[in-house]
């Protein structure tokens, strides 16, 4: 036997763990930087396809079969809805794929009086209800003058597609309440034109306040129950309600 065989082996080297952590380092770190997929984002596409198709189904039907102003309340609501639900961009992807939808069944003229106001009052008061920042007679306030702009707006575009100036129909509706009022009261006096196109206006300012104040009522106690809470009305209100939240 010779000597070299009568040695006892040496135990080989294990790897320490320090010369492992270079690669193993460099591993982690590919995975940490390793663009992933949200998992929402098929959902949000899909609620957000819903949504505009149901806010288009809504104009739709309420405007070859009217069903007086029931539907009309829910017109910017399913908009609204994206927008608490999701963020801003998802609510504008709704208005925008709702006006193209409807320019699809109904041509592009129609499709802009469901966009002005209601797809982008749909968005204002998404932003006005997220996160309960901003109180009813805010917002109610906003949707009016977008309310009372969209008036104006659909009587300029029927008015250049009829080839007629419709205000001039509405003042003539206006100055005959105007006048029948003026009888009631017993006055001989005859309205101006001035005072006439002020009460026009006060009209349309006064039927937009009041159709925002019940589209707050009905996202109120619709949204709660879907888990997307708005801000709470005035204290009047849900005590007119017998509601507590």
């Keep these: 036997m010779s000597i070299l065989n009568s040695l006892p082996d040496e135990p080989e080297e294990e790897p320490s763990p320090e010369s492992q952590t270079p690669s193993n380092h460099w591993v982690d770190k590919q995975?940490?930087?390793?663009p992933q997929l949200k998992a929402d984002t098929p959902l949000r596409m899909v609620e957000t396809a819903f949504l505009a198709s149901t806010a288009s189904l809504i104009w739709f039907i309420n405007f070859y079969f009217p069903l007086g102003p029931v539907l009309?309340?829910?017109?910017?609501?399913?908009?609204?809805?994206v927008y608490l639900r999701?963020?801003?961009r998802a609510a504008w992807m709704a208005a925008l794929t709702s006006g193209l939808l409807?320019?699809?069944?109904?041509?592009?003229?129609?499709?802009?009086?469901?966009?002005?106001?209601?797809?982008?009052?749909?968005?204002?008061?998404?932003?006005?209800?997220?996160?309960?920042?901003?109180?009813?007679?805010?917002?109610?306030?906003?949707?009016?003058?977008?309310?009372?702009l969209g008036v104006f707006f659909r009587l300029w575009l029927l008015s250049v597609l009829s080839g007629e100036d419709?205000?001039?129909?509405?003042?003539?509706?206006?100055?005959?309440?105007?006048?029948?009022?003026?009888?009631?009261l017993s006055l001989l006096t005859t309205p101006s034109v001035f005072l006439i196109q002020i009460g026009a206006i006060a009209l349309i300012i006064l039927n937009n306040f009041i159709y925002l104040f019940v589209v707050h009522l009905a996202a109120w106690l619709l949204?709660?129950?879907?888990?997307?809470?708005?801000?709470?009305?005035?204290?009047?209100v849900q005590v007119l309600m017998d509601y507590e939240g």
């Design 223 to 236: 949204f709660d129950r879907l888990g997307n809470p708005i801000p709470r009305p005035p204290h009047w």
């Design 72 to 81: 009309r309340i829910f017109f910017p609501v399913p908009i609204a809805l």
């Design 102 to 148: 409807l320019t699809v069944l109904m041509g592009p003229a129609r499709s802009l009086l469901f966009v002005m106001p209601y797809g982008f009052m749909g968005v204002l008061l998404g932003a006005a209800w997220y996160r309960r920042r901003v109180p009813w007679m805010v917002s109610i306030t906003l949707g009016t003058l977008l309310g009372t």
């Design 166 to 184: 419709l205000w001039v129909y509405v003042i003539t509706q206006v100055s005959e309440f105007i006048e029948w009022v003026f009888l009631k």
């Design 86 to 88: 999701w963020d801003r």
């Design 31 to 34: 995975e940490l930087t390793r």
